[in-house]
């Protein structure tokens, strides 16, 4: 997003917020604030007491909607008007044609790295090795839930290895939906 759009985008969300905000207040104040009824006779005065709230269904509607809106503009305030989280970004397309230096970059990395991560397979001993093989075999990224299932060890074994993984930093639990992720590192 250009800063020429994001500019305008917060703008216009401060506007709405404000406008919003100040719908909200006073609908809610005329909400909270109900009329009184008074009786005058000759030069005596009496308040006889107050009636039910004075917000009909269309202000409890605007009411509403008004609450709504400068959340939803107070959000894009506060987050810029940004996605969440990094994986939710869009990738931004290359510039130009790659070269075969970058082509071929990734995979003389990936190699790297696989070599890195058999090394350290060596090291590890009984399940900690059996878990981190299972996610090396997946080219360093499987569900916990499938690591169970490749591996014929139980899933409290498992999670005590991937525990003892982790503390070492050799690999990373990634949420996703119900289960993790491990992806090493």
Do not use: H
Request: no cysteine; proline share 6%.
């Amino acid at each position: 997003m250009s800063s020429e759009n994001r500019d305008r985008r917060t703008v216009v969300a401060a506007g709405t917020f404000v406008a919003a905000t100040a719908v909200t207040v006073a609908l809610t104040v005329r909400l909270v604030t109900p009329p009184s009824i008074t009786v005058a006779m000759g030069d005596a005065t009496v308040r006889a007491g107050t009636l039910g709230p004075s917000l009909r269904p269309g202000g409890a509607i605007a009411l509403t909607i008004a609450a709504f809106a400068a959340g939803a503009s107070a959000t894009v305030l506060l987050t810029g008007g940004e996605p969440a989280s990094p994986a939710d970004r869009p990738v931004p397309e290359p510039d130009g044609p790659a070269d075969d230096d970058e082509q071929t970059a990734p995979s003389e990395l990936l190699a790297a790295r696989r070599s890195e991560w058999e090394e350290v397979a060596d090291r590890l001993a009984n399940n900690e090795r059996i878990v981190y093989e299972a996610v090396l075999d997946a080219d360093g990224v499987l569900p916990q839930s499938e690591i169970v299932e490749q591996t014929d060890v139980s899933k409290a074994t498992v999670s005590r290895a991937l525990d003892n993984l982790e503390a070492r930093d050799l690999i990373e639990r990634k949420r996703r939906g119900m289960g993790n992720v491990v992806v090493l590192t």
